[in-house]
């Protein structure tokens, strides 16, 4: 198989893929899914206490990526401002949790440097989302449990379906300059599995309205997808393969969870608009 570029599609290119990166891919995603649902299914406070550790790696990983020499101090009041939205979120106070983001993001501008101040800003931004927006989604007593479930599954078939549509059919590529191996095939084939598997997950739910989740489960696929060609064009900004090397496979946790982060906090908008902060799952879910 020397000399053949996975890249250009067909047969050939995904046996290709196959025998690089992908049994290392299949390994970390057999052991990070698991664990993720797992905690869901815990409970609200083991699930926040997850994903804000996952949200101090992810500010870590993009501070290490964009702050350059402004990284220590903008590092420090970064995690200071997380583990005290962890405290606020653990006590159900995601308005004084969004309040204190804020009051860090000011803090951290001050502390950066003029050319890279909307960088290290934008990352505890970023942070703050991937810890608060499943956080308060499974806040919800009723619908938590089901909405995580529902955009987990979205997000992972949206990937996994991507990956390989993409590698085994080729075709126009999604955004070369970005990210070069994306395809549009790719794209609709990884829609077309969040889209079933949303609706699959509603289905077992006992949801009734299976055309209004597969909307939002459409909406949420093309979020995931968003995400990930955003962290795509951060990385390739600052001339970087991988944001990190703590997931074999998968580069850093920012790489894992790119997709992730934007579809969870697309999915709360949802369900907020429609259940307010206080059941924002059942706003998700029930149509």
């Known amino acids: 198989m020397a000399g053949v570029d996975p890249a250009n599609g067909g047969f050939a290119g995904l046996l290709a893929a196959c025998r690089s990166n992908l049994g290392l891919r299949i390994i970390s995603s057999l052991l990070?899914?698991?664990?993720a649902l797992a905690v869901a299914y815990a409970g609200a406070l083991?699930?926040?206490?997850?994903?804000?550790?996952?949200?101090?790696?992810?500010?870590?990983?993009?501070?290490t990526l964009?702050?350059?020499?402004?990284?220590?101090?903008v590092l420090i009041l970064g995690m200071v401002a997380l583990a005290g939205t962890t405290l606020l979120l653990?006590?159900?106070?995601?308005?004084?949790a969004a309040a204190l983001i804020i009051l860090g993001m000011f803090g951290v501008a001050a502390l950066s440097s003029r050319t890279r101040r909307a960088w290290c800003t934008l990352g505890l931004a970023y942070a703050a989302a991937l810890q608060m927006a499943p956080t308060i989604l499974?806040?919800?007593?009723?619908?938590?449990f089901t909405a995580v479930v529902f955009l987990f599954v979205i997000v992972w078939g949206t990937d996994i379906a991507a990956y390989f549509t993409g590698r085994a059919l080729g075709g126009p590529k999604l955004w070369s300059q970005i990210s070069p191996n994306k395809t549009w095939s790719g794209a609709?084939?990884?829609?077309?599995?969040?889209?079933?598997g949303g609706i699959?997950?509603?289905?077992?739910?006992?949801v009734s309205d299976l055309a209004a989740v597969g909307a939002v489960a459409f909406a949420l696929s093309v979020a995931a997808q968003a995400g990930d060609l955003a962290e795509s064009a951060v990385k390739r900004r600052f001339n970087a393969k991988d944001a990190g090397t703590l997931l074999p496979g998968h580069g850093g946790l920012m790489d894992r969870v790119d997709g992730f982060l934007v579809a969870a906090v697309v999915a709360l908008v949802i369900g907020a608009a429609r259940g307010g902060l206080g059941a924002p799952a059942r706003g998700l879910m029930v149509w």
């Open 200 to 206: 699959a997950v509603a289905r077992y739910a006992g």
């Open 66 to 73: 964009v702050c350059a020499h402004d990284k220590q101090p």
């Open 46 to 63: 083991p699930f926040a206490l997850f994903w804000s550790a996952a949200a101090l790696i992810v500010l870590w990983e993009w501070d």
């Open 32 to 35: 990070l899914a698991p664990l």
């Open 138 to 144: 499974r806040s919800d007593p009723a619908w938590g």
């Open 90 to 96: 653990a006590f159900d106070s995601p308005g004084m």
């Open 188 to 196: 609709v084939g990884g829609a077309a599995a969040g889209i079933v």
